[in-house]
T-cell receptor, first 115, second 114 residues
C-alpha cells in the first residue's frame, strides 16, 4: 500500500518570500510519479508540478520547483517569489506505474501568503 | 477551466435518499476517476473507469456505484445516504489509463446530507 504524509498542516509566508512545503511517501514500487496539486478557495484541483521517479533531475515550473530525494522518499515543493494567488491548500500525491492508477493524496498543507 | 464538467454543483438531500452525480470528461480523455473529499478522510480515491470498463476500485462503499457510458460521461450513484456521506465529490479525467498522465479535475459536486 502507498502512503503520503504531509507534516505541515498550515504555513504562512510574506509575499515575495520563498516557502518550502514538505512531503514524504512510502511505496514498494520502483517506478512511480509524484505530483503537487493546488486547491485554491474555489475548490478546483490544479496540477502544479509532476516528477517521474526514474528522473534524477528535479522538476521545475516557473516559480515552482521540487526537491526529490528518492532514497529518502521525500518530495518537497519550493515556491519562490510567492504571490497572493498562491494562497491555497497544497496536496502531495503519488501514482504508481502500473495496475491501480489511482492518486494517493497527503492530508494537505494550507498555505497563506501575507500581503 | 480544466475542461471537465460536473453537475450539479451543489446537492442537498436527506438521509436514506439516493442521488446521482454526473461527470463529463475532457474531450478525448478515456479515463474517469471519482474522488471523495471530506474533512475527516481527506481526498480518497473511489473508482476509475477506462473506456467504459471499471479499471480500479478504491475505498468505495457498497452503497455507491458508478458507470461510464459509451459517450464517456460517467455517473456516480450514492444510495441509502448517511450524514457521513456529506463531502465534495470530484471527478477527474486523463487521456489514458497510465499513471504518468496528469489527471484533470472537475469543479466538484458539494453533497450535503441532512
Amino acid at each position: 500500500a502507498q502512503t503520503v504524509t504531509q507534516s505541515q498542516p498550515e504555513m504562512s509566508v510574506q509575499e515575495a518570500e520563498t516557502v518550502t512545503l514538505s512531503c514524504t511517501y512510502d511505496t514498494s514500487e520502483n517506478n512511480y510519479y509524484l505530483f503537487w496539486y493546488k486547491q485554491p478557495p474555489s475548490r478546483q484541483m490544479i496540477l502544479v508540478i509532476r516528477q517521474e521517479a526514474y528522473k534524477q533531475q528535479n522538476a521545475t515550473e516557473n516559480r515552482f520547483s521540487v526537491n526529490f530525494q528518492k532514497a529518502a522518499k521525500s518530495f518537497s515543493l519550493k515556491i519562490s517569489d510567492s504571490q497572493l494567488g498562491d494562497t491555497a491548500m497544497y496536496f502531495c500525491a503519488l501514482n504508481i506505474n502500473f495496475g491501480n492508477e489511482k492518486l494517493t493524496f497527503g492530508t494537505g498543507t494550507r498555505l497563506t501568503i501575507i500581503p | 477551466d480544466s475542461g471537465v464538467t460536473q453537475t450539479p454543483k451543489h446537492l442537498i438531500t436527506a438521509t436514506g435518499q439516493r442521488v446521482t452525480l454526473r461527470c463529463s470528461p475532457r474531450s478525448g480523455d478515456l479515463s474517469v476517476y471519482w474522488y471523495q473529499q471530506s474533512l475527516d478522510q481527506g481526498l480518497q480515491f473511489l473508482i476509475q473507469y477506462y473506456n467504459g470498463e471499471e479499471r480500479a476500485k478504491g475505498n468505495i462503499l457498497e452503497r455507491f456505484s458508478a458507470q461510464q457510458f459509451p459517450d464517456l460521461h460517467s455517473e456516480l450513484n450514492l444510495s441509502s445516504l448517511e450524514l457521513g456521506d456529506s463531502a465534495l465529490y470530484f471527478c477527474a479525467s486523463s487521456p489514458t489509463d497510465r499513471s504518468y498522465n496528469e489527471q484533470f479535475f472537475g469543479p466538484g459536486t458539494r453533497l450535503t446530507v441532512l
